[in-house]
C-alpha cells in the first residue's frame, strides 16, 4: 500500500498541468507568507493578480529565451496599467484607448505564439487594474504591484527552469506517446470492422490525429527552443529526448498506414484468429506507447514488454497455418504479411526506446530539425491588415466588444461591471465553435464556483482561512486551465470571491453582480461572433480539404522518390510528412468544429464528412508506403504513375480551391504485378491511392456549387 501511495504521488507531482501549477502555488505562498508578516492585504491580493496574469502569460523557452520573455512581458504589463491608470478620470478618452491598445495587443499576437500569449497577459493586466482604478492611492500603486507579482513569479519559473531545464520537454514527449496510444488503441477496433463501422473508425482516428500532431508539435517547439546553442547540442539528456521524439515520428507514421481495405477483411479472410491476432498486437503496442510516455514522464528506465514478441510470433504462426488451410491468393496474404511486418516494425523502434534512455548509447550527431524561417515582423503584420484574415477580425470583434462592455457599465453605474470586459476577453474566441465551447464552460463554471464560494465564506470567515483558500484556488485554476475550463471557471471564480472579500468586505455582495456579470459577457461575446464576420467552417473547408490533397501528393511524391533506398529519416522527408499530418489535422479540426455551428450554417454537412475520411484514407495508405520505403521494389513506370496520382490529387486541390476544371488525363497507368511481393505490395498501395484519388476528384467536382456559393477567398490563419 505504501509503495501504490508513493506511486500515486509521483504520478501526481509529475501530471504536466500539476506541474505548471506548482510553479504558481509556490510564488502564492510566498504572497501569503508576505501579507501575513505584513498585514496589507490590498498589497498582497495586487501581487497574486500580477501573478495569475503572469503565469497566463508564459511560453515555453529556453533559460535565456525566458529571460527575455519576462522582460518583454513586465515592460507591457506596465505599459498597459498605466494607460488604464492615467486614462481611467476620463470615460471617453479611457474607452478610446482601451479600443486601440485591444486592437494593437491583438494584432502584435499575430507575431507568433510567444506574442500572443504576452499580449493576452498584459489586456487581463489592464482588465484588473480598472478594478481597483478609482481607489488607487496613486498613479503607480497598481502598475508597479502588479508588475512586481508577474515579476516574483517569473523569478520562480526561472528558478525552476534552472533546476528542471527539460522537465517540460518530458511532458510533451509523454503526451506525445500517450497520444499514440490512443490512436493503436482505436486502430485495434478496424478488427474486425464492416463498411459503415470502417467509415466511423477512420472518421475517429482522423480526431485522435488532431492531438497527436499537436502533442508532436509542442514536443518540436520545445526542443527547437533548446538546440539553437552548441551547448545544449552538447547535453546527453537532449541527445535522448530528441532521437525518442524522432522515434515518436517514425511510429506515428506505422502506426497511421493502412495496408487493405480494413471494411473487407473479415469476409476475405474467414478467420476470425487471425483477425483476433492483429486486434491483440495493436492493443498491447497501444499499451506499450503508453508505458513509455509514463517512463518518459516520471524519468524512470522503460522497460518493453517481451509480450509483444511472442504474440506477433503466435500472429505469423497462425496466418501461416490457415494459409495453408484457405489457400490465400497472394494479393491478400501479401498485405498481411506486411501489415504484421509494420507492427514488427513497431515493437522494434519501441524496444530500442530502452537504449534511448540511457545517454551513453545515443548515436551522434544530432539530426537537424526544420525551423521557421525568420519573417520582417514588419512583413507579418502587414499580412494581417486585411478583413480575409482572423486576427485582424478577432482584434475589431475584441477590441469593439470591450468598448460596448465599459459603455455597459458605465450608462447602468454596475460598480462592478468590470468583470463582463473579463468575461469577453475569456471567451470571445477567433472562431464561433471556440466561442461556443468557452460560453457554456463560464456559466457553468461560474455558476459553481459561486455555489462553492457561499460556505466557504461561512466557514471560513477569518483572515489567515481565506488567504489559503486564495492559494489553493489559484492552484487548483491552472491545474484545470489547460485541460477543464469549466473546472478552471470554478476555481477561478471562488478565487476572486476571497479577494474581493479580503479587499472590501463584500464577498457576499458580488455574488449576484458577478453572475449578471458573466451572463452579458456571455451574451455580448455570442453576438460578436456571430454577428460580425463569423468565420463559419463551411468557407473553410474547401481550401483546408485543397491544402490536405496538396500535402498528400508533395507527400507521396517524396516516399516514391526514396523507393528501396537506405532507410534514413532526412529532414525533406520528415518536413513533407509532418505537412501532411498536419494539414489533416486543420481539415478534422474544422469539421469538429462544423459540428457545433448552427444548423443553417452546416451546408454541405455530408460532403465534407466524406472528403474529410477519405483524405484521412489516403494518408493512411501513402503512411504505408513510407514505412516499407526501404524495403519495396520499384515496378516498370512507377515515374509515370507517381506523376499521374500527383496531378490527380493537385487536380482535386484546384478544384476546391476554385480553380477551373482540367481535362481529365484517363485512368492511372497501373502495371500487372510482378512477381515480388515487394512489387505486388507497392502495386496494390498505389492500386488503393489511386482509386481513392479518383473518388477524390469526383467528389471536388460534386462541391465546386460549395466554392462557388461563397464568394470569398480564404482567411488567413491565425
Given at each position: 500500500m505504501?509503495?501504490?501511495y ?11 498541468h ?36 503572469g503565469?497566463i ?72 487594474t ?55 488503441e ?47 547540442q ?51 503496442l ?65 524496444a530500442?526506446?530502452e537504449?534511448?534512455q ?50 455597459i ?51 471560513l ?70 454577428w460580425?464576420w ?91 508506403l ?16 507517381s ?31 510482378d ?44
Open positions: 505504501p509503495v501504490e508513493s506511486g500515486l504521488l509521483r504520478r501526481l507531482l509529475t501530471d504536466s500539476v506541474y505548471f501549477a506548482l510553479k504558481v502555488l509556490i510564488a502564492m505562498v510566498g504572497l501569503l507568507a508576505t501579507a501575513l508578516a505584513t498585514g496589507d492585504i490590498q498589497l498582497t491580493v495586487l501581487l497574486s493578480l500580477g501573478v495569475v496574469a503565469a502569460a508564459e511560453t515555453d523557452d529556453s533559460l535565456w529565451g525566458r529571460v527575455k520573455n519576462l522582460a518583454m512581458t513586465l515592460v507591457c504589463f506596465l505599459f498597459a496599467s498605466l494607460c488604464v491608470q492615467y486614462l481611467f478620470p476620463t470615460p471617453w478618452l479611457f474607452a478610446l484607448g482601451l479600443a486601440s491598445s485591444t486592437f494593437l495587443f491583438v494584432m502584435v499576437g499575430a507575431l507568433g505564439q510567444r506574442y500572443a500569449t504576452i499580449s493576452f497577459g498584459s489586456l487581463l493586466v489592464a482588465i484588473y480598472m478594478l481597483g482604478a478609482a481607489k488607487a492611492p496613486d498613479l503607480f500603486y497598481q502598475p508597479l504591484a502588479l508588475g512586481a507579482g508577474a515579476l516574483w513569479y517569473g523569478l520562480v519559473s526561472l528558478l525552476w527552469l534552472w533546476l528542471l531545464p527539460y522537465k517540460t520537454l518530458h511532458e510533451q514527449l509523454a503526451q506525445s506517446y500517450f497520444a499514440l496510444s490512443r490512436y493503436l482505436e486502430k485495434s477496433r478496424f478488427f474486425p470492422a464492416d463498411e459503415h463501422g470502417a467509415q466511423a473508425i477512420r472518421h475517429n482516428l482522423a480526431q485522435l490525429n488532431i492531438n497527436l500532431v499537436g502533442s508532436l508539435n509542442l514536443a518540436k517547439t520545445a526542443l527547437n527552443a533548446r538546440l539553437h546553442s552548441q551547448r545544449a552538447a547535453a546527453p539528456e537532449l541527445a535522448g529526448l530528441l532521437r525518442l521524439y524522432l522515434l515518436a515520428l517514425e511510429i506515428q507514421e506505422r502506426a497511421t498506414s493502412s495496408h487493405y481495405p480494413y471494411s473487407r477483411l473479415e469476409a476475405d479472410l474467414k478467420q476470425g484468429r487471425v483477425i483476433a491476432g492483429f486486434q491483440e498486437v495493436l492493443q498491447q497501444a499499451q506499450a506507447c503508453r508505458q513509455l510516455g509514463y517512463a518518459i514522464l516520471v524519468h524512470e528506465p522503460y522497460h518493453h514488454p517481451k509480450r509483444i514478441r511472442w504474440a506477433l510470433e503466435a500472429l505469423e504462426d497462425q496466418l501461416e497455418f490457415t494459409h495453408l488451410k484457405q489457400h490465400y491468393p497472394q494479393s491478400l496474404l501479401t498485405p498481411m504479411k506486411f501489415l504484421r511486418r509494420n507492427l514488427a516494425s513497431i515493437n522494434g523502434l519501441l530500442s526506446a537504449e534511448l540511457n545517454p551513453a548509447t545515443v548515436p551522434m550527431p544530432l539530426p537537424p530539425l526544420a525551423r521557421p524561417a525568420p519573417r520582417p515582423l514588419l512583413a507579418l503584420l502587414r499580412q494581417h491588415l486585411s478583413l480575409d484574415s482572423m486576427v485582424f477580425r478577432h482584434a475589431l470583434r475584441l477590441s469593439l466588444g470591450l468598448v460596448v462592455g465599459y459603455g457599465l458605465q450608462t447602468f453605474e454596475l460598480d462592478k461591471g468590470y468583470w463582463i470586459l473579463l468575461t469577453v476577453l475569456f471567451v470571445c474566441q477567433p472562431s464561433y465553435s471556440a466561442t461556443r465551447r468557452r460560453l457554456m464552460q463560464r456559466m457553468l463554471g461560474t455558476f459553481i464556483g459561486l455555489l462553492i464560494g457561499v460556505p466557504v465564506l461561512w466557514l470567515p477569518s483572515l489567515h482561512g481565506q488567504l489559503v483558500v486564495m492559494g489553493l484556488a489559484a492552484f487548483l485554476f491552472f491545474t484545470q486551465v489547460r485541460s477543464n475550463y469549466s473546472a478552471a471557471v470554478c476555481f477561478i471564480t471562488l478565487y476572486v470571491l476571497m479577494a474581493f472579500n479580503l479587499l472590501d468586505g463584500i464577498g457576499f455582495a458580488i455574488l449576484g453582480p458577478r453572475l449578471l456579470d458573466t451572463l452579458l459577457g456571455c451574451l455580448l461575446s455570442y453576438a460578436l461572433v456571430a460580425l463569423p468565420d463559419w467552417q463551411y468557407k473553410r473547408l474547401p481550401q483546408l480539404i485543397a491544402n490536405s490533397l496538396s500535402a498528400n501528393a508533395r507527400y507521396l511524391s517524396a516516399v516514391l522518390a526514396s523507393l528501396h533506398l537506405r532507410r534514413d529519416e532526412s529532414l525533406a522527408y520528415r518536413i513533407a510528412r509532418k505537412e501532411a499530418h498536419l494539414a489533416d489535422s486543420e481539415l478534422a479540426m474544422a469539421w469538429q468544429s462544423m459540428l457545433v455551428e448552427p444548423s443553417k450554417r452546416r451546408r454541405f454537412l455530408d460532403l465534407c464528412f466524406t472528403l474529410t475520411w477519405r483524405n484521412h484514407a489516403l494518408l493512411s495508405y501513402i503512411s504505408a513510407g514505412a516499407h520505403r526501404d524495403q519495396l521494389e520499384p515496378i516498370t513506370g512507377l515515374a509515370q504513375i506523376r499521374h496520382l500527383s496531378h490527380t490529387l493537385t487536380q482535386a486541390a484546384g478544384q476546391l480551391a476554385g480553380e477551373a476544371p482540367q481535362e481529365e488525363q484517363g485512368p492511372c497507368p497501373l502495371p500487372a504485378p512477381s515480388t511481393e515487394e512489387q505486388l505490395m507497392l502495386s496494390q498501395q498505389l492500386t488503393l491511392i489511386s482509386q481513392l484519388a479518383d473518388e477524390l476528384l469526383a467528389l471536388a467536382n460534386q462541391s465546386r456549387l460549395l466554392t462557388a456559393t461563397q464568394g470569398a477567398t480564404m482567411p488567413t490563419p491565425s
